[in-house]
């Protein structure tokens, strides 16, 4: 597989039709028009505001994994290959041609010249001192474990980079390299075994995507300017700088859509609220590709009858997951909470991408995605579980949008209607939450999952190896060797097919109860053109103008 610029190359198993995201954009902002409305920025399009709930956990690539972060990101650092717009093709991007010189080699070729915004030389150098230190540094919120079948990095020259693989045939390593761990980052400002402050990365201007960070409130704001030295697939940006502004609750979010005040609001607004502005005609809904998920997470260590609790015992541990799958409630939420934008999701890959099943829907509840007490309570007999079963469940109230703590009462509500369980429901915010849940410290909790590429490979290798990004400590075998070898199978036909047995194994197994698919939601007013939600899940600031 070679890919030149210019030049296109489909990679890995075809997307099929997903769900659509809603983009709100808002029609008032002031940004950079002058008082007679004309533009009065450099490039033409004006100073925007984005708001956002997202929050962001570091902007170093190595230290996150996460849809707040990443939306920084992917403005600022450079990537080898990326996807165009509309498009899930991966193309070059930094990079002047990406392509497989042998089955276990990925040759990547950069232009002459490259530079950070600061000045210094961007070279192979940056790019290996990249992925080196991201498996160095390991860290449990980042996403190292994508770079599993990595074996070494090697520079023969300034401008060339080979990716030596372990494995022969990867079909999703170019896809890889466009997500988290793909991020390029300057060898000089970084640290090399260390998760780099972002006061540090902001100072030394390290930076080499289409923006550079000229403002940064960790949180609250950050400015982004275009950058001159930026050399990539995507234009130069249509607008003379962005403003991210964060909002602690999304009605203050919705409040600044109404009053102008921001130009688009991505992430996270109800299903209330983008109801309820879709029907201002000073606000456009734009609709782009879905594939978020929403999931509970089961600690294999602390979680009720879990491998480091006093009364461990591995078959009473599973049979407390599978009465929780027995009582969820799905069309419930789904409508309840969401009034249908989330759909109820039986497997752990969402529909849309090929493989994609309902293997949980058969096992669990009534056969048919409904809940079923009965089953619950004959599978925790049937273990020797005494109930009611005490669980702990934890959510984030500030994450995964506003309707969290709704969604997460409904679904206590429905544990203990049955009188199998007694939930003690608790949330903490994400920047405590996403350190708390790689330590331990919740039995079972609420995560989402926002891809970072468009391949089922995505809703797998990260959940499901043995060293996996979850940190749950799940562990099979044969899930870990067939997700290793899907990844590798260059036959369409048997590469879905182990897709499909991966699911029908997790399943039986509930390292996670899989609960909602649905969209990205965001929204803009009637004056803001080019907001795209392109087909690889990404919103690029650089196409917004007004």
Not at 56 to 68: E, I, R
Not at 440 to 448: E, F, K, S, W
């Amino acid at each position: 597989m070679s890919l030149r610029k210019n030049t296109r190359g489909r990679l890995g198993l075809a997307v099929g039709a997903l769900g659509v995201a809603s983009l709100v954009l808002a029609g008032c902002a002031s940004g950079g028009n002058g008082d007679d409305g004309t533009d009065s920025g450099d490039a033409g399009g004006g100073d925007i505001i984005v708001g956002t709930t997202d929050q962001v956990t570091t902007l170093d690539p190595a230290g996150s994994y996460d849809n707040g972060s990443l939306a920084v990101q992917t403005q600022v650092f450079p990537y080898l290959v990326n996807t165009d717009y509309n498009s899930t093709e991966v193309v070059p991007d930094l990079a002047e041609s990406a392509e497989f010189t042998s089955p276990t080699e990925y040759t990547v070729t950069l232009p002459d010249g490259l530079k950070w915004a600061n000045g210094n030389d961007l070279t192979s150098a940056d790019v290996k001192f990249s992925f080196d230190r991201n498996l160095a540094i390991a860290d449990p919120n980042g996403a190292s474990s994508l770079l599993y079948n990595l074996d070494s990095v090697e520079t023969p020259d300034d401008t060339t980079v080979v990716f030596h693989l372990k494995t022969e045939n990867d079909q999703v390593f170019p896809f890889i390299l466009t997500s988290f761990p793909g991020a390029i980052v300057d060898d000089e400002v970084f640290s090399a075994d260390a998760v780099t402050p972002d006061d540090d990365i902001v100072a030394a201007n390290a930076f080499g995507g289409p923006y550079v960070i000229t403002s940064y409130d960790f949180n609250k704001s950050i400015e982004f300017t275009p950058n001159e030295n930026y050399q990539g697939l995507i234009d130069a940006p249509a607008n003379s700088s962005v403003i991210l502004s964060y909002f602690a609750e999304s009605s203050n979010l919705k409040l600044a859509v109404q009053q102008g005040d921001v130009d688009v609001a991505y992430r996270s607004l109800s299903a209330t609220d983008v109801e309820d502005l879709g029907g201002n005609d000073k606000v456009q809904v734009i609709d782009g590709p879905g594939g978020e998920i929403r999931y509970i997470v089961f600690n294999f260590n602390t979680q009720p009858y879990g491998a480091m609790t006093a009364d461990a015992d591995p078959a009473k541990a599973l049979a407390v997951r599978q009465a929780v799958a027995d009582l969820i409630d799905r069309d419930a939420i789904s409508e309840q909470v969401y009034k249908g934008t989330y759909t109820p999701l039986y497997s752990y890959v969402p529909e849309g991408f090929a493989g994609a099943t309902e293997a949980l829907k058969g096992l669990y509840g009534d056969g048919n995605g409904g809940p079923d007490a009965d089953k619950a309570k004959a599978t925790l007999e049937a273990a020797g579980v005494t109930t009611p079963v005490s669980l702990s469940l934890q959510y984030s109230p500030d994450h995964y949008g506003p309707s969290s703590g709704d969604e997460y009462a409904l679904v206590k509500s429905q544990l203990e209607e049955s009188g199998l369980f007694e939930v003690d429901l608790k949330s903490t915010e994400w920047v405590q939450y996403s350190k708390d849940r790689t330590a331990d410290v919740y039995p079972a909790y609420q995560l989402g999952w926002f891809p970072d590429y468009s391949d089922a490979d995505n809703y797998l290798t990260p959940f499901f190896l043995t060293e996996n990004f979850l940190g749950n400590h799940y562990e099979n075998a044969e899930v870990n060797d067939l997700i290793l070898q899907q990844a590798v199978e260059p036959d369409v036909d048997a590469r879905t097919a182990d897709i499909e047995k991966i699911q029908e194994l997790v399943a039986q197994d509930l390292s996670t109860v899989p609960l909602l698919q649905g969209a990205q939601v965001a929204v803009a007013g009637t004056d803001v053109d080019g907001v795209i939600l392109d087909a690889s899940f990404k919103l690029r600031f650089a196409s917004i103008t007004k």
